[in-house]
């Protein structure tokens, strides 16, 4: 038998009611009875909305009001003191002054889910505190619906393991210690499930496919021996997912009795693990078929194979077809885009119509594929249709090697370009964007909208490039910027310009909280049309003697902050990218401009989950940077600018994306990073953020000037470079004037030393 199983649903709502309900419940407009009733009734139609478009076995408790880590730690007590002795389930109030903090609370830390663009909020453990379960949320969660709607769901909870792992607040060498308190806990969470007449639980552990080690597993086999001995009448689906699970031959000795593997991402792995150790014929096996993380039509036909393939290596005893993980990481439905070019939207499935595909795999199971032959031809023919929308020859398949490296090694070109640049010992610069005013965004939406022309916008933006070249030449900065006022977005503004890019209206994902994103989607090859910054950089360096850094986004930040198709190379979409940005690069060089930045935020959130898939990644990123910038002559400067992270362990590939200057966030990861630089000194420019552009506060000229001092201590003085951790647009300008002016002086005072 085969079933049609889903792992979770967006909770954000076909016209992101969640959000709005929450922000409005935020400021006050709503009151807690009517917040609550609106989220009730937006979770009760998920599960409608489910069941009517054909999934069987539906999900609960994959809804949350934040975070559905939150949620977990809320309920075992694993959150900071500081807010206050919880004996209970915490107060709305409570709830979100963890994930957001208070007038009088910092809130909870915040992290990416795995390699998702998902943050969760990190439980925190408490050695002076036993866990506890204060409240059981997938209990009221399964009760609402079975009382309200009739319907037996399945709960969806997360993993013992990955809670655990994804914690902090417990030292390593406690983990073991630390899971097995939680234990108890966590059974009489599932023995209510269990009493009160549960059938299937979902229990997500994630963490299975990360290279845990033999320790770690025989750990994970006691724990799921004792959960399943204290249950006998509960089905566990243990579910794994984004890759193939590790130590497969143990995790099938579990004695639960379903197991749950993703058959998108981790494929290869899954299928072979299954060819080489089978699977166990009392146990469910839910196959993750179509992708829970992208928004393409799934390959039927393959899909179809695959499963068949399975079918004739195993027989579990059952089937279940389902999204390879849940479907909070794509939108809700395609139903609104209604200014989508047409052959990009008959090849797109978000939720809904991906919980439809899983329909039509079923039909296909059960009565043969000759039974979806219509629905087959269909998906084969939208992406003929998507691949002729850009049939010019393929670039990428005449480079050589030498397009990929400078011609002349760092050494000898960085002499060059300082002598041609001259620029004084520490050079100061920032990192591209200054404060967008509440009348650039109002002219942007009103020329968008058609009710401002285009010359009259053009000419608000330039009016402020003139001011700021102004402010920036008074405050004696070195390297000047334009500002980068005619961006809302850095990847959308690039996507707009170039060929192959679709921005959707409606296409929104959940990233932290009530925070959306709305990626664009790369649909076909990416071409360069015109030159997309030529225009402002210029006119920018027209007003002033000293260099003006020209600002573009790398090709791997776009890739990763963009749906991208699935049978395309990653690697052939960021050289495709390359190409064109390394054609901007050569406008630029030929307008008079000798300094490029290419900014590379998103080069490590794209790190595969396994460790042993590093460094082909980071092999083909750094090429792809290196392919977009190397074209440069010797005395044009090339930057290139990362945040978000501590960098330690990838700086090796950053060294290869032999970019002169490199300017990187440092406030917030201080300590760790100088020790690192001191023992693997770095070979190019530097500069190692002098403040914190995420808070209000304007530093003092000595803070800065002992972050200076403190930094010559393991980088080369010849080599270093000053300026804010990342870019500028979300402070006030009167903040960044006065930042920005003591940044200076610092620069200034250290230099009188050396
Ligand atoms: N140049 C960009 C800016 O200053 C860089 C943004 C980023 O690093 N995220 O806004
Ligand atoms: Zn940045």
Known sequence: MVNISNLGYPRIGENREWKKTLESFWKGNITENQFESEMKSIRLQSIEKQLRLGIEIIPVNDFTYYDHVLDFATMFGWIPTRFGDLSEKP?????????????????????????????????????????????????????????????????VILGIYTFTQLSKGYKKEDKYAVVKELLPVYIQMLKELEDAGVEWVQIDEPAFVLEETNEDFQLIKEIYSEICEALPSLSIMLQTYFEGVEQYHDLITIPVKGIGLDFVHGREENVNALKKYGFPEDKVLACGIVNGRNIWKNNLEESIQLIETLQSLIQPKDWWIQPSCSLLHVPVTKKKEDSLEPTVLAALAFADEKIEELVVLRKALEFGSDAVKQEIEKVKQSFEHLNKLNTKSNEIRSLSEEDFN????????????????????????????????????????????????????????KLKIKE?????????????VHGEYERTDMVEYFGEKLKGFAFTKN?????????????????????????????????????????????????????NWSFVREDHAKEDIANEIALALRKEIKALEESGISIIQVDEPAIREGLPLKKRNWEAYLNWVTRAFRLTTAGVQKMTQIHTHMCYSSFSDIMDAVIELDADVISIEHARSHEEFSSYLAENPYPLGIGLGVYDIHSPRVPSVQEMEQNIVGSLKVCDIQQFWINPDCGLKTRDEKEVIQALSNMVISAKKVREHY
């Open 91 to 155: 107060s709305l109030h409570t709830y979100f002054a963890l994930a957001r903090g208070d007038k009088d609370l910092v809130a909870c830390e915040m992290t990416k889910w795995f390699n998702t663009n998902y943050h969760y909020i990190v439980p925190e453990y408490q050695y002076d505190r036993k866990s506890k379960l204060l409240y059981n949320k997938p209990l009221a969660s399964f009760l609402e619906v079975k009382n309200e709607l009739g319907i037996i769901t399945k709960p």
């Open 406 to 461: 400078r011609a002349i090694p760092f050494k000898e070109r960085y002499q060059f370009q300082k002598e041609a640049l001259n620029l004084p010992l520490l050079p100061t610069t920032t990192i591209g964007s200054f404060p967008q005013t509440k009348e650039i965004k109002i002219a942007r939406q009103q020329w968008r909208k058609g009710e401002l022309p285009e010359s009259d916008y053009r000419h608000q933006i």
């Open 507 to 559: 296409a929104w994902v959940q990233s932290y909280g009530s925070r959306c994103v709305k990626p664009p989607v790369i649909h076909s090859r990416v071409e360069f049309m015109k030159p997309m910054t030529v225009d402002e950089t210029s006119y920018a360096q027209s007003l002033t003697k000293k260099p003006v850094k020209g600002m573009l986004t790398g090709p791997v930040t776009i890739l």
């Open 468 to 480: 700021w070249i102004e402010v920036q030449e008074s405050l004696d900065i070195d390297v000047l």
